[in-house]
């Protein structure tokens, strides 16, 4: 179950903002979570902010495979997912990205939330954000 306090949903997308000390594999759940939620709730686009989950140090490449593969299974082709991240977690390959890419998942990972909107809603009708 996601924490709905985290939660808020427009008419173009959610955003998810978990906050609190949890180690890397609660924090990798809890993300997971919250894609199945918002495939579960017809969400096509979600921003996931990570940014102020703390505890753990960047993920291993063992661990950027899990990852992948989980958020993957979780969004089910379905929900396209933007990350905003600090920038010591993002590996500088996107290995986990990858990982995700190659199994369906429509995502991207940034350490600005306004970059981060912009690829998020490319393409949604009535985005004024879109119009670069």
């Known amino acids: 179950m996601i924490q709905h306090e985290y939660l808020v949903v427009t008419e173009t997308y959610a955003t998810y903002r978990p906050v609190g000390e949890t180690t890397l594999q609660q924090a990798i759940e809890i993300v997971a979570l919250a894609i199945a939620h918002a495939r579960e709730q017809n969400i096509a686009h ?3 902010d990570t940014t102020r989950l703390t505890g753990f140090a960047a993920p291993n ?4 495979f899990s990852l992948g593969s989980l958020f993957a299974r979780s969004a089910q082709g379905t929900v396209k997912v933007a990350f ?13 990205l990858m990982v995700a890419r190659n199994r369906g998942m ?9 970059a981060t909107l912009v690829w998020l ?11 670069s």
């Not at 490449?61 to 950027?64: A, D, G, M």
């Not at 809603?121 to 119009?131: A, H, I």
């Open 46 to 48: 979600l921003l996931i």
């Open 61 to 64: 490449t063992l661990e950027r």
């Open 84 to 96: 905003v991240a600090k920038a010591e977690m993002i590996d500088p390959q996107k290995f986990g």
């Open 106 to 114: 429509t995502a991207e990972v940034f350490t600005d939330e306004a």
């Open 121 to 131: 809603l490319q393409g949604v009708s009535g985005d004024e954000s879109t119009s």
